[in-house]
């Protein structure tokens, strides 16, 4: 089909608008795909607690929540461990990350979120207090430099990125669950 064609034209036939979409939704990937594997990018999901900004690799989220309710408590666990989520079937346990790392309980706002973690073994819902979205960095503006951290993060940051007088140290969070200071989750 031609790229002129007008998908109100094929409201009436539904292979042919389905084929369209397929087409246009496969030239728009090719060209997002092009872009985005520029060599010297680093690409995170930008996020804030008590006030500093933070990053996590875009491989370590899987997605970005709203603070899921009800969460159901679990007996006998840390402080730190809100409770068990169901998200589409599955139970997630929400963990206020703040209060993990020792800096305190993360206030509940509007701006709270959920960055669920990617891992494939350890599922975990972290509760931060606010998510920016993402932020591309080259490489060139990393360090291998920890900076201290207002919530003492700086175990889990593995290095940050320079800009504009910001500093933004990224938060490993494989490296996170899977400390065993993580792992002992009984009360």
Not at 161 to 172: I, T
Request: with cysteine; charged share 25%.
């Amino acid at each position: 089909m031609q790229e002129s064609v007008a998908l109100k034209s094929l409201r009436d036939r539904p292979f042919e608008l389905l084929v369209e979409l397929e087409r246009r939704g496969r030239a728009v990937t090719a060209t997002a795909t092009a872009d985005t594997a520029q060599a010297g990018d680093w690409v995170g999901v930008a996020l804030r607690m008590a006030g500093e900004l933070y990053l996590v690799a875009r491989e370590e989220a899987r997605e970005v929540l709203g603070v899921p309710s009800p969460l159901t408590r679990v007996p006998g666990a840390k402080s730190w461990i809100l409770g068990l989520a169901n998200l589409r079937g599955q139970l997630l346990p929400i963990i206020d990350l703040r209060a993990f790392l020792g800096s305190g309980a993360t206030p509940t706002s509007r701006n709270t979120r959920v960055v669920v973690a990617n891992h494939r073994e350890i599922p975990a819902g972290l509760l931060v207090d606010e998510v920016l979205g993402f932020r591309r960095f080259a490489d060139a503006d990393f360090t291998a430099d920890v900076p201290s951290t207002v919530v003492r993060c700086e175990r889990y940051v593995a290095g940050s990125f320079h800009r504009a007088g910001e500093h933004w140290p990224v938060l490993g969070l494989r490296t996170l669950l899977e400390d065993p200071a993580f792992m002992e989750a009984s009360a």
